[in-house]
Nanobody, 120 residues
Framework: QVQLVESGGGLVQAGGSLRLSCAASGRSFSLYLMAWFRQAPGKEREFVADISRGGASTDYAGSVKGRCTISRDNAKNMVYLQMHSLKPEDTAVYYC?????????????WGQGTQVTVSS
């Protein structure tokens, strides 16, 4: 069982940067694969990035590769998404998600989301 709370969203101009944070509560945070998803109005939720339990492996959606960096600090129960060179197409609600890679084939825990708006 883990609870997730996102923060760091806001309004930025195209080309700007933001760092999103996800604070996890609950036991054994380091056992979970963590990920960021996003959902724009009228669109389905899409994968953005994930990071392995120890932080050694990461994966990114092609649309953000090279512009985003996902990281985690297991000592602080935190996961981050650093975004650069933001585009209006990045505007969405960003969600933090977690799953136990051993027992769960799907992300089972989700935060409430944080709004990112990129103006042109």
């Amino acid at each position: 069982q883990v609870q997730l709370v996102e923060s760091g969203g806001g309004l930025v101009q195209a080309g700007g940067s933001l760092r999103l944070s996800c604070a996890a509560s609950g036991r054994s945070f380091s056992l979970y694969l963590m990920a960021w998803f996003r959902q724009a109005p009228g669109k389905e939720r899409e994968f953005v990035a994930d990071i392995s339990r120890g932080g050694a492996s990461t994966d990114y959606a092609g649309s953000v590769k090279g512009r985003c960096t996902i990281s985690r600090d297991n000592a602080k129960n935190m996961v981050y998404l650093q975004m650069h060179s933001l585009k209006p197409e990045d505007t969405a609600v960003y969600y933090c998600a977690a799953r136990d890679t051993v027992t769960s084939p799907r992300y089972e825990y989700w935060g409430q989301g944080t709004q990112v708006t990129v103006s042109s």
